[in-house]
């Protein structure tokens, strides 16, 4: 294990670094700091053309083949990259559905003719994706998946409701789970279906969630139409590539965040060092526990990046681990302002403006629940790791 970065990959920080400081002057240094959770809604047009202008950078899909487009760039050169992004303040991604889902489950399992279609638009930042997996009675079992699709000559027509689908309101395409075999049940039957977002079976409405923001949608279909080739897979047996996204999700985007990470806990150090809580014993020794929990997770990182093997049992804890140490944080961060953490709000941005550790307090609580949640992550924790019995499944 050598938990050293190259020359090579020092150079290549050193690369990035440059490019995000001069790249987010002028018109784009409104963007610092913005667009991330809990301000997701913030400035689309802005950040639209801000993955533009990363792509004319070469700095989207870092991590996918030359041969796709992509920088190819290592493992560990996508962790650099992600911190250096974090570091330097750039925005939320808008196509981070597009570049880290549906681009590597492409790459993986589409036909040559879906990848000449589909990731040169990713790559040039000009389509936004978002993710329909998630229906009201189905999230953590997602082989309850209601809606269905019917072959209609050269078409997919689609018939359902999704719901806390991301950004579905800025998506140009969707990625959907249906049911296209109509006799199925669980895991077999689905599909894995491209849906362009603008058409008249669409329909979607914003849900306004707890920091203010409306970043997710309920999408509902009503004969929503996509051609027949835009199917991922085999029609009928689409569980393997719906799998193959669900681990990306849990994969790479996620090692680079210690960055982010760190500038939101040096924000609530800077909190209490200016309000006097850093004297308080009990606030001490909750800011040193944070700092250790970080710590914890870059040498995760770093040992899962040293092993290049994000699936061996350790890797499990990385999701859980990091999701629980957030919602802490947020915790922590409100404890630090004390009474100030209920009536603050941010200068000149209107009555109900959160300040950023306000946003991160309301917004952490969902890290425990989107891309697994806590609970699911223990089962497969007990399951992959720990070899107990299968959790029940409704059969
Ligand atoms: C911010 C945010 C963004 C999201 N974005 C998207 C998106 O873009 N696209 C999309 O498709 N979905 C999205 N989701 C949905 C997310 O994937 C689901 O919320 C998640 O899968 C949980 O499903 P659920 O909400 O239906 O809860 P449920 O699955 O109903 O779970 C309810 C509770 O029961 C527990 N539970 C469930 N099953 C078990 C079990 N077997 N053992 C023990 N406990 C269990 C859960 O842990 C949870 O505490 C998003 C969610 C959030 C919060």
Known sequence: MDLHFSAEDEAFRREAADWLESALAGEFSVLRGRGGSGDDSALIDERKAWEKRLAAGGWTCVGWPREYGGRGASLTQQVIFHEEYARAGAPGRLNHMGETLLGPTLIAFGTEA?????????????????????????????????TRAEREGSEWVIH?????????????????????????KRNRGLSYLLVPMDQPGITIRPIEQITGDAEFFEVFYDGARTEASHVVGEPDQGWSVIKGTLAFERGVSTLGQQMLFQRELQAVIDAAKENGRASDPLIRQRIADAWMGLEIQRYNALRTLSNESQLSPEGLITKIYWAT?????????????????????????????????????????????YGGSNQIQRNLIAEGALGLPRDPRPQ
Request: aromatic fraction near 12%; charge should be negative.
């Open 114 to 146: 879906q990848k000449q279609r589909f990731l040169p638009p990713i790559v040039a930042g000009e389509e936004i994706w978002c993710q329909g997996y998630s229906e009201p009675g189905a999230g953590s079992d997602l082989a309850a998946v209601q």
């Open 325 to 369: 140490w957030h919602r802490e944080l947020g915790k922590l961060a409100m404890d630090v302002l004390g009474p100030e953490a209920e009536v603050a709000c941010a200068a000149d941005e209107g009555e109900y403006a959160l300040t950023p550790l306000q946003r991160l307090f309301l917004f952490a609580r969902s890290d425990t629940i």
């Open 160 to 184: 359902g409701q999704k719901v806390w689908t991301s950004w579905a309101e800025w998506a140009d395409w969707c990625f959907v789970v249906a049911r296209t075999d109509p006799d199925s």
